[in-house]
Each structure stands twice: as structure tokens, then as C-alpha cells.
């Protein structure tokens, strides 16, 4: 919220404890840039995908979903609705 951008390659990933349609939804009110918002549920499938324009209020995916993958626009061009994602830990942070 209220910055300008996103730095290139930054994503956000917001988690919820189960798969939901209410709980995953976003907003975009003071966010002056447009962003891809991508919805996976927790057998790790791409259930919705939308680009999320600045100030809009709601944006709520088709089918419940665990994670709310946030970046830039151009993700939406890489990932289809159905795809399977996988969530990898940076080397610097996996466990031995």
C-alpha cells in the first residue's frame, strides 16, 4: 500500500489456513499501479487469475483458493487458470 511500484521481480504471497473464496479476496484502494493476482488452492492449481487495476475495491477469485499470489502484470502472461504452481523455499532458507 502507497508505494509507487513494484521493484522488478518482487511478488507477495499472502496465506490463509484453508482454502476459501471470502478470505482470498483482495482490494486495491491506495495502490496506484496495476498488479496480477493469481489464486492457487491447496493442491497447488491455479484456480483464477486477474489484473487487478488501481482503486478498485473487490477482487475475489471463481473458486476457493490458499494463496494470493501478488507481482507484476506480466505473470499473468506466464500462468494459466489450471496450471499447478509450486511453492519453493530460496536456498538460503531451506532446511538441512
Known sequence: MFR???LPGETLVLVES???RAA???HMLFVSFPIAAVWVNSAGLVVDKALALPWRPFYRPRA???YVVEAAPELLD????ADELEFVAPAE???P
Open 4 to 6: 509507487r511500484s513494484l
Open 18 to 20: 484453508r482454502d476459501s
Open 24 to 26: 482470498t479476496a483482495i
Open 64 to 66: 476457493p483458493a490458499q
Open 78 to 81: 506466464r500462468v494459466q487458470v
Open 93 to 95: 532458507l531451506a532446511e
